[in-house]
């Protein structure tokens, strides 16, 4: 009797033991996600122009993986993030676009509530987007539509909470104190630590108001670009450094909500400059080129908050044991213009676009310091997650898990194309819609509504100045990119139907409708 009771505590404690173990086993992610973060502006990237130094951003390079060929697979806010949560394209997460009429139906199968029926704790801070309250988080504290940049109220769990000081670094107070204080230490989590920066009209962090003050930024070559030789898209959207950008993104006009203390940092940071600017009377290209350095300096000051609170939550993991068992992954919505094109914004098929940065630690799995040319897209994120947490992928997601890429051994079977496809026409900054294939080489774009195709070879034309759809020498590439295209949209389930025309709000919507 007395052996069998200490067989089945044994039993007993063997069960635990594995039990602790299998729990234990399951990676913690902090996902670290930006709005608008172009690649070119992380230092880890090594952008030929060398705008910035993002050191607690590349430390995931470092300790991590790289990726070179991420995409997205609708280039706007809102709808990159329902395909992150849903792990399906735009025409059936049914968040196709920015107008304001789009909710994101909260009651659909997500990535977070997946987690969350696995054991997972599962919170959301700082940007969301959606116009729906967040589901499949035990615990959520979120901006109201795009947020603001000083000062903001945002909704704890629902509830109106007001904050003061710079939503960049709020949003890393939050983020560390639910890590600190608020989850079960004894349960896997994961944390989407979202960032409202450095989103238009980036406005700077008081711990940045005076970076890159006295360097003059290099300029893109193509900052004049004409638009010659591609179609009428690029020659009549509104998204120009010379036309588009208003007082308030050059910050000749303040914010109306800082605080007299905060007001007087901005009035040291700007306001000399602000009187040569008016003195000077520049026009022309002369214009172009201040405005080009006042936005790219803001721009760069928003990411030096955003890299400061990476380096906050990385702190964290180190200094509490947690950074050997989480996954840390860092990206943003899309990709970005820095001045490209003469370009701000984003929407396009086009590379500054589509691309968007992702770097990986994963510790013991990820190759530290290694990179992927693998194409991985947004609508992959999900799929990744549920598949380091060991949950079954549902059939119905579209992306594909990125673990076997973080371990080094991508399947031979990989995506070598994928299809894109932006809907907000008639809209902000006049894009018109569109859909295309991206492969590793070449860029095919129907801009369906005008009834126009672009091809891009960007091996020959990595800038993408020149269409090449009705070159002779390209007629295969283009019968092949067409069946790929066709290939696509059947097994994607892309109705032949568009969604139908937006009205955009000129009313309370229109912060959200912008972008
Ligand atoms: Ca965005």
Known sequence: MRTMLRLLTLLWLVTLAVAAQAADSRPNIVFIFSDDHAFQAISAYNHPLKLNQTPHIDRLAKEGMRFDNCCVTNSICGPSRAVILTGKYSHLNGFPDNSGRARFDGSQQTMPKLLQAAGYQTAIVGKWHLNSDPTG?????????????????????????????YTTDIIGDISLDWLKH??????????????????????????????????????????????????????????????????????????????????????????????????????????????????????????????????????????????????????????????????????????????????????????????????????????????????????????????????????????????????????????????????????????????EWELYDREQDPKQLKNVYNDPAYADVVKQLKAELARLRAELKVPEDDVPEQRPNPGKNKAKAKS
């Open 182 to 451: 608020k989850r079960d230490p004894n349960k896997p989590f994961l944390l989407m630590c979202q960032h409202k920066a450095p989103h238009r009209e980036w406005e700077p962090g008081p711990a940045h108001l005076n970076d890159f003050k006295d360097r003059v930024m290099p300029e893109p070559d193509t900052l004049f670009d004409d638009y010659a030789n591609r179609g009428t898209a690029a020659k009549t959207q509104d998204m120009t450094i010379e036309k588009t950008m208003t007082p308030r993104d050059l910050k000749l006009v303040f914010p109306q909500n800082l605080t007299p203390e905060q007001k007087k940092l901005w009035d040291e940071a700007y306001g000399a400059e602000n009187e040569a600017f008016a003195k000077a009377n520049l026009q022309g290209k002369e214009l172009v080129r201040w405005k080009y350095q006042r936005y790219i300096k803001d721009y760069l000051r928003c990411i030096q908050s955003v890299d400061d609170n990476v380096g906050r939550v990385l702190k964290y993991l180190d200094d509490n044991g947690l950074a050997e068992n989480t996954i840390v992954m860092y990206s943003s919505d899309q990709g970005f213009y820095l001045g490209e094109h003469g370009w701000f914004d984003k929407r396009w098929i086009y590379e500054e676009s589509v691309r968007t940065p992702l770097l990986v630690r994963w510790p013991g799995k990820t190759k530290a310091g290694s990179t992927s040319q693998d194409l991985a897209l947004n609508l992959d994120f999900g799929e990744t997650f549920l598949d380091a947490a060991g949950v079954k992928i549902p059939s119905d997601m579209q992306g594909r898990s990125l673990v076997p890429v973080l371990k080094g051994a991508t399947p031979s079977d990989w995506r070598k194309s994928f299809y894109y496809h932006y809907y907000e026409y008639p809209g902000p900054h006049s894009v018109h819609r569109h859909y295309g294939v991206r492969d590793q080489r070449y860029t095919l774009a129907y801009f369906y509504r005008i009834d």
């Open 137 to 165: 988080f035990d615990y959520w504290h979120i901006l109201p539509g795009q947020g603001a940049y000083y000062n903001p109220p945002m909704f704890e769990n629902g509830n109106r909470v007001m904050h003061q000081g």
